[in-house]
C-alpha cells in the first residue's frame, strides 16, 4: 500500500532517517534497515529488503509509522479523556494540568514538547499533538493516575471506554440485627 503525500507537505529522505514537514509541525524518525522508503512523485512505497520473517513484520510497521507522521503534520491527533468521582476535576495553570483525583494532594503534568491540553468542562480533558505515539503515551500515564475502579467506575478513562461493573457486597441472608 502506498501512502500519498498531501499538498502542504514535505518529505525529506537522507538515507533511513525520514523527515515530514507540514502545516502543524515537523516529525523525524530513523526507519529499521530492512525496510526502505521509495518515493514515486506525490506518492511513498516501503519496500522490504528480503522475505524474511523479521521483514515481514517490519514491512507494515513501517508503513503505518510513515502514514502516521504524514497525518499527524496534517490534521494531528487527539485522545478525549474523562473525569468521572465526586471532586474529581481537572484545571489548567498555563500550560500545565492539574488534576484532583482524590489524593492528598493536587498533580501537576508538564506537556512534553508538542503537548498541549485543553478542557471541555472540568470532567472532559483532550490531550492533543502532531506525534500519535507521545499522544497516546501522555493520555495513558494520565489515565494511569487512577484508573476507573469496577464497583463505582470512579477514576479516568477514555472517552466512549466501556468499565465492566462488578456487583458490590451482597448482605447476609438471615443475618440479625
Known sequence: MTVTITQGVDVKMNGREVTVKG???ELTRTFHPLVTLAREDANVN??????????????????????????????????DLEISGTGY??????????LSLGFSHPVEIDPPTGISFALETPQKLKVSGIDKEVVGEVAAQIRG???PDPYKAKGVKYAGEYIRRKAGKAGKVGAKA
Open 23 to 25: 502545516p502543524k509541525g
Open 89 to 98: 476535576r481537572a484545571t489548567l495553570a498555563g500550560k500545565k494540568l492539574q
Open 145 to 147: 493516575l487512577r484508573v
Open 46 to 79: 516501503v519496500v522490504r529488503k528480503d522475505d524474511t520473517q523479521a521483514a515481514r513484520a517490519l514491512h507494515g510497521l513501517s508503513r503505518s509509522l510513515f502514514a502516521n507522521m504524514v497525518t499527524g503534520v496534517t490534521t494531528g491527533y487527539t485522545k
